[in-house]
């Protein structure tokens, strides 16, 4: 069996360190692992597979004889070095929005579109989506798939973790300083987090959305093929460490009941249906944490409209968010595609 090398960019951040973790626990045929992170990391150590390796700082070397790059270091990261890596012949994995809505560039969630991953060979560069949007969408597409979609009304309650290592810290420092009667300090986010909801994620547009809602609008209409689509979104940061939620309303093209959609997605790739309200059962972002399903509850009929659906999504945004749908990506790239 073939063996690869793998790259991981980042490979010191929240969704760096899940990727690591993730290719030990799912056995990925790594032949050799390097970790690469900015100057900041020099002379620090990483685990993998029960041995040590040293974090090598990022450059334009990084990327001899590596097969595959899963980078994870931001956007202004992957814009310089993807496309470096890419012309080593290494088929980049990008968890960056850089080169989401570049057309030569395809957008994957692999229990939605695995078949758009094809489009690689243009770029060697395959992006993968925001964590609000691939969750979303491997809840919506076996719906899309029935009964088709007409609109999207979505509304998030994202986890801190979303934004990173420090914003987890912020949480937690603001937190205790208030129990304590201490001053909680404000540095990663505009305001406080603790005890807050932030209607604000990245920055706003002339449009008045932020960068975050954008993202889900238009990655979902490029993940489904289907520009026809109408989406909205709200995104709100909450004060949760690990788990984004989502509201999320849908207008159907025909009428499907509450429930023939939890028979549908009792049966859906990589769904998880967590829902009974007799005895106060939904999905939970607390459940949802360290898991891989994307888990579906609340599930009801709109009845303000005649086809349309009520439902609450939760999943780890960490690994199905990032870290997961990067590394399926993979699995599928080298079954299908690298042998
Ligand atoms: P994080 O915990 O803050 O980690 C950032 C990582 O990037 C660290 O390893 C850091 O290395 C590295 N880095 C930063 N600047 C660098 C540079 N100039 N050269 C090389 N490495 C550099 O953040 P995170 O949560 O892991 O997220 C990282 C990125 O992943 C985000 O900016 C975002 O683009 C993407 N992301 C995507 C999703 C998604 O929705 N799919 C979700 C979360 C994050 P040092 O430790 O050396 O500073
Ligand atoms: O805030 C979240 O919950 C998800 C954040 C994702 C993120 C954070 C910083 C930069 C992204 C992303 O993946 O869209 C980016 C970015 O690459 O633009």
């Not at 929005?97 to 094809?118: G, Q, T």
């Not at 489904?224 to 939620?245: C, E, F, K, Q, W």
């Not at 499907?256 to 939970?284: C, F, H, Q, T, W």
């Not at 997961?324 to 993979?330: E, K």
Request: proline share 5%.
């Amino acid at each position: 069996m073939r063996t690869y090398n793998v790259a991981v960019v980042g490979a010191t951040g929240l969704v760096g360190n899940e990727m690591i973790r993730i290719l030990e626990e799912r056995n990925f045929p790594v032949n050799q692992i390097t970790c690469l992170a900015s100057e900041r990391s020099r002379g620090k150590t990483l685990y993998f597979r029960g041995a040590e390796y040293p974090v090598e700082v990022l450059g334009e070397k990084s990327f001899k004889r590596i097969d595959i790059g899963l980078f994870s270091a931001g956007g202004s990261v992957s814009e310089k070095y993807a496309p470096v890596a890419a012309r080593e012949g290494c088929v980049v994995i990008d968890n960056t929005s850089a080169f989401r809505m570049d057309p030569d560039c395809p957008l994957v969630v692999p229990e939605v579109n695995p078949e758009a991953i094809a489009l690689y060979t243009k770029k060697g560069i395959i992006a993968n989506p925001n964590c609000s949007t691939i969750q979303m969408v491997v809840a919506l597409k076996p719906i899309y798939d029935a009964v088709g979609i007409r609109r999207i009304v979505v509304s998030t309650y994202q986890a801190v973790s979303g934004t990173g290592t420090k914003a987890v810290e912020e949480l937690i420092q603001q937190t205790t300083a208030l129990f304590n009667m201490k001053e909680a300090k404000v540095q990663v986010y505009p305001h406080r987090i603790a005890f807050n909801c932030l209607p604000q994620i990245d920055v706003f547009l002339e449009n008045g959305y932020t960068k975050e809602e954008m993202k889900m609008v238009n990655e979902t209409k490029k993940i489904m093929n289907d520009p026809s689509i109408a989406v909205t979104a709200t995104t709100v940061r909450v004060p949760v460490l690990y788990g984004h939620s989502e509201s999320v309303n849908i207008e159907t093209k025909k009428k499907i009941s509450a429930r023939e959609v939890r028979e549908l997605l009792s049966r859906a790739p990589g769904v998880k249906v967590v829902d009974n309200p007799a005895s106060k059962e939904y999905p939970l972002a607390i459940d949802a944490a360290g898991r891989d399903e994307t888990f579906v509850g609340r599930i009801r009929e709109d009845e303000s409209i005649p086809q349309g659906i009520n439902m609450w999504i939760v999943s780890d945004n960490i690994r199905k968010g990032a870290a997961l749908n990067a590394i399926q990506i993979a699995e599928i790239l080298m079954r299908d595609y690298l042998r």
